[in-house]
């Protein structure tokens, strides 16, 4: 990346700044590499300051740690060419003019998260897809089911910053719930598309769903099989249990309270 697209003249100050709002933020290394979709070595670089940070990295951490990005830079002003208020616009940086004259204040806001209306079509397909490649295995009923969707769900927002599915789900003490399954699969059975199986697991009642067709794979583009058929595969020789705790540590999750809406992003509800 060009040098012009690089931070400059903060680079004393932002290792320890990135390294206190990740801590604020109750975020790990890992963590914090997993939602900026890079290596954990890149974050420790960042945090030492033995690597740069990019104009693209600042933007995804203020996202990350809902701030702006002077809160990250402490409001140490930035001489600007022009390039970040083309491609960020104004509210997002203190603005300076070629003589080094602020011209522009970035308003510090803190939005309240706003949940995305989910495409019903593309849940239904979602779950085609989840089914018909995992549907039979023994250890995946509906509990299980849950953990696969929101997986799927913000590993996707982590990596590309849109939804998949955007689904919406609730804290509960057996970890996340996504609120509008109950429906999607209601009309999913209604429709024939899907069967319901009342089994059970290690002599454990399991509620199982198992296609009646295939998904039109012509509606989902490369990135979003390829990260669904990760889930799976990280996924797949979990217990229920296994899952629960694995979903229960994840960031998101463990930073919500118990029958609170779990945000995207970190830090707002």
Wanted: net charge positive; hydrophobic share 35%; charged share 30%.
């Amino acid at each position: 990346m060009d040098d012009e697209f690089y931070i400059k003249d903060v680079d004393d100050m932002l290792p320890k700044r990135i390294k206190e709002l990740r801590k604020k933020e109750g975020l790990s290394q890992e963590e914090l590499a997993k939602l900026l979709n890079v290596s954990r070595p890149t974050v420790s670089q960042m945090e030492n300051g033995t690597r740069k940070v990019s104009l693209s990295d600042m933007v995804r951490l203020a996202n990350i740690f809902n701030v702006s990005i002077e809160e990250i830079m402490q409001e140490k002003p930035i001489k600007d060419n022009g390039l970040m208020q083309e491609m960020f616009g104004q509210n997002s940086f203190w603005l300076f003019d070629d003589k080094g004259k602020k011209s522009a204040k970035s308003s510090k806001r803190k939005k309240k998260f706003e949940f995305p209306e989910i495409d019903k079509d593309k849940y239904k397909d979602i779950l085609l897809y989840v089914l018909n490649k995992a549907g039979a295995w023994p250890n995946i009923g509906e509990a299980f089911l849950y953990k696969i969707l929101y997986f799927i769900d913000f590993d996707f927002y982590a990596k590309y910053r849109d939804y998949l599915i955007g689904e919406t789900y609730v804290k509960h003490n057996n970890g996340p719930v996504p609120l509008k399954f109950k429906n999607i699969i209601k009309e999913m059975i209604d429709d024939k598309n899907i069967i319901k199986l009342d089994n059970k697991y290690f002599s454990f009642p399991q509620t199982k769903y198992l296609p009646l067709k295939n998904p039109d794979l012509s509606k989902f583009k490369a990135n979003e099989t390829e990260l669904i058929d990760g889930v799976l595969y990280k996924m797949s020789g979990m217990s229920l249990e296994e899952a629960v705790e694995y979903s229960k540590s994840h960031a998101h999750c463990n930073n919500t309270e118990i029958n609170k809406k779990i945000s995207y992003e970190p830090g707002q509800v």
